[in-house]
């Protein structure tokens, strides 16, 4: 008898064997394996995924900028193409914290108050040659906002604190207008 043959019959009487331990149908609950539950992959696979989300989350609200500035932004982007002189450059440059005597830096394209959130701001979009157009907004009433800045909405923004210790919101398409405001609108003067 060959060698295969000797295979064959063993698993053969083994099979019968077995077939005769056991009733038939199913087998009893101690040969199957025991998964604990976080083993089992759908409960992985959703663990991965709550923690994926909820790390995109998490960094799409660190780089929020808040509520007010947000505020600011839409409006920014509704008045973008606005022009017009429609206050008192003295009125404006107080509240900015500048002299009043002097001129409105940069060309000014707009100036003009508005509500941002409900509250009044002055609303100043002006060019600085070697920047870019800015627009700033300076609130009527104290407001408090730390100084930071960030992008969003397709936007570079950032609160500066104004010569008289005022918070101003700069908004600007190109961050490089951002520096040249930073140093006129924040700076005390020389």
């Given at each position: ?30 040969l199957?394996?025991?998964?604990p ?13 709550a ?5 995109v ?23 973008r ?29 707009l ?28 609130f009527?009433?104290?407001i ?6 960030g ?15 005022r918070?101003?919101?700069l908004?600007?398409e ?17």
């Open positions: 008898m060959s060698h295969r043959n000797t295979e064959d019959e063993f698993d053969l009487c083994a099979r019968a064997e077995l077939s005769l331990a056991y009733e038939p149908g199913e087998a009893p609950a101690k199957f394996r025991n998964t539950w976080l083993s089992r992959r759908w409960v992985q696979t959703s663990c991965v995924l923690l994926v989300a909820s790390t989350l998490g960094g799409v609200l660190a780089v929020r900028p808040p509520e007010l500035v947000r505020g600011a932004i839409e409006h920014e982007y509704y008045e193409t606005l022009r017009g002189s429609f206050m008192e450059a003295s009125t404006l440059l107080s509240h900015l914290g500048l002299e009043s005597s002097r001129p409105v830096p940069g060309y000014p394209q100036m003009r108050p508005c509500d941002i959130d409900g509250k009044l701001a002055y609303h100043l979009t002006t060019f600085f040659e070697k920047g870019g157009i800015v627009t700033v907004f300076a009527d009433k104290p408090s906002l730390k100084e930071e800045q992008w969003w909405n397709d936007v570079y923004w950032q609160v500066v604190t104004s010569r008289d210790g918070p101003l919101v908004i600007s190109k961050k490089k207008a951002l520096a040249v405001a930073y140093r006129v609108f924040s700076l005390p003067p020389a």
